[in-house]
């Protein structure tokens, strides 16, 4: 099984205009940014620093997720870092297969 750990350190970075936070994996150590664009969509109100920091806060869950799915995905930056776009974020995990449909699958085979 495959942890991943996220400390709470989200913080508003205003030279590049996101909300980060860190993740980590074994041994990697990774930075996750989130620009003040993607939070447009999300807030009714325009996306103050503050804004920002509190939508990550309310959903929290959902952004985490979307940086596993980079990670199992190995969707780095060049830096070697995390970027979440709004389309990470209406990007829904694979439904699980349950046995019924793993069987219909494989006799379509």
Aim: with cysteine.
């Amino acid at each position: 099984m495959v942890f991943f750990t996220f400390p709470e350190d989200a913080r508003w970075n205003a030279e590049r205009a996101a909300v980060e936070f860190s993740v980590l994996l074994g041994e990697y150590q990774g930075t996750v940014r989130v620009p003040r664009r993607v939070f447009q969509r999300l807030l009714d109100q325009s996306p103050t620093p503050e804004r920002c920091l509190e939508a990550y806060h309310l959903q929290r869950t959902r952004f985490e997720l979307a940086v596993e799915r980079k990670l199992r995905r190995r969707q780095l930056t060049d830096d070697g870092n995390i970027e979440i776009t709004g389309r990470d974020l209406r990007e829904r995990a694979p439904r699980p297969v349950s046995g019924v449909d793993r069987a219909y699958a494989l006799e379509a085979r």
